[in-house]
């Protein structure tokens, strides 16, 4: 089971524009991959498919019985994950970059921490693994209290909205439509909704955790992927995803009403503030 455990954590904004492009960089993006970069994402790709794990339980989804390979690549998975220093120079490592976060501490034979991918793992991982559909469901099982809105209700969202839910790793390529004025959008509802939710998430970039950070990723997939499909693929706009979803959960409706009657607020606050103006 996941534990809730980084008190404060980069924005989304930060994903897009920082930790991804340093992930690109450091860890790969493609097919053609240094050592170091596929060692890396083997670590990621395990903490993925297996969900929090020590680096010696690691190291075994590697070598399951050969106990010298085992130790020699538990030690190398721990310097990749936490760094190292040589010669008075310390190289960061990937829990630097929060893609890995320290999940629980292990009491087992062989103790220490055990680590997890951070949301912002789950996004890179998203982005440059290439899942099957399968590996996503494996992924979306591991971390379902990560993101309890979107992973939790999985299942559900398969058979309303079928396989178009995996179009969820569209979201690992960082925020979409975080730039307005560069877009030529003609659904004015979704143009209006997506436009709040970057108000809102601007605002809350000082002050987010985890669990703020989960419900920001899910608001902006049921708005992104849901709300507006026929970015995706030609779909008749009178195939409204979003409502099929919500009206089949009424927790889940009742969540996402409260984001829409804020984001009314919003507007008509905004609209006052407008007709307030003098210019006589």
């Known amino acids: 089971m996941v534990i809730f455990r980084e008190k404060k954590i980069p924005g989304l904004l930060s994903y897009k524009y920082y930790i991804r492009p340093i992930a690109h960089q450091l860890y790969g993006k493609s097919s053609l991959k240094s050592k170091h970069q596929e060692n890396v994402q083997r670590i990621l790709k395990i903490l993925a498919l297996n969900g929090p794990m020590t680096t010696w339980e690691m190291a075994k989804v590697r070598f399951s ?4 390979k085992i130790r020699t690549k538990e ?61 996503i ?36 390529k960082g925020l979409l439509f975080d730039n307005l004025n560069i877009l030529k959008i003609e659904n004015k509802e979704f143009y209006e909704l997506i436009s709040f939710f970057n108000i809102k998430s601007n605002t809350l970039s000082h002050s987010f955790n985890e669990e703020k950070i989960g419900e920001m990723i899910s608001l902006w997939f049921f708005i992104t992927l849901l709300y507006f499909p026929i970015l995706l693929k030609k779909i008749k706009r009178s195939q409204n ?33 407008i007709e307030r103006i003098s210019i006589t």
């Open 241 to 273: 995803y979003l409502k099929k979803v919500l009206d089949n959960d009424p927790k889940l409706k009742k969540w996402f009403s409260d984001f829409m009657t804020e984001a009314q607020e919003f507007y008509k606050d905004r609209l006052r503030t």
């Open 65 to 68: 019985s050969e106990m010298d």
């Open 137 to 172: 469901d494996t992924l979306v099982r591991n971390y379902e209290n990560l993101l309890p809105l979107v992973f939790g209700n999985w299942e559900m969202l398969k058979s309303q909205i079928r396989d178009s839910v995996y179009n969820i790793s569209l979201l690992g």
């Open 75 to 135: 030690k190398e998975y721990r310097r990749l994950l936490v760094g190292r220093v040589d010669k008075g120079k310390r190289s960061e490592g990937i829990l630097d970059l929060h893609l890995v976060v320290v999940d629980s501490i292990s009491t087992k034979r062989n103790p220490g921490n055990k680590y997890r991918l951070s949301l912002y793992g789950i996004l890179y991982c998203l982005d440059v693994m290439d899942f099957t559909e399968k590996q």
